[in-house]
């Protein structure tokens, strides 16, 4: 959609969604700090700098929410060289809503069993 480059997204539900050939439990969400740099604005499809905003001397691209650019409606960012990204956490969206279920389901066997 916007070419080369390290596709973002600040919104975590979106993220968590990826990659899409893995199952649920196989995926992690990479929290990063990125210095965008220069960002130019793509806000509809067929944008003349589309795929090509770094060869004018953009650093970034950016997709606004709900633009027509992305069929979820959610924003998006590619940037083109991935030594603007420090990786800050890893974040297991699965078992952050797995375990709690788990614990409480320990809990409930716990108190059966005593």
């Given at each position: 959609m916007l070419g080369r480059g390290v596709y973002l997204s600040r919104d975590l539900e979106k993220a968590r969604r990826y990659p899409l050939n893995l199952q649920a439990y196989?995926?992690?969400?990479?929290k990063v700090k990125v210095s965008v740099g220069k960002v130019k604005k793509i806000d509809c499809q067929g944008h003349p700098l589309q795929s090509t905003w770094h060869d004018h001397g953009y650093d970034t691209a950016w997709c606004p929410p709900k633009c027509g650019?992305?069929?979820?409606?959610?924003?998006e960012d590619c940037v083109w060289d991935p030594q603007r990204i420090q990786v800050i956490e890893m974040i297991y969206p699965f078992l952050?809503?797995?375990l709690?279920?788990?614990?409480f389901l320990l809990l409930i066997i716990?108190?059966?069993?005593?």
């Open positions: 196989q995926r992690v969400v990479l650019m992305v069929p979820s409606g959610l924003e952050e809503v797995v709690p279920c788990l614990f716990i108190e059966i069993l005593t």
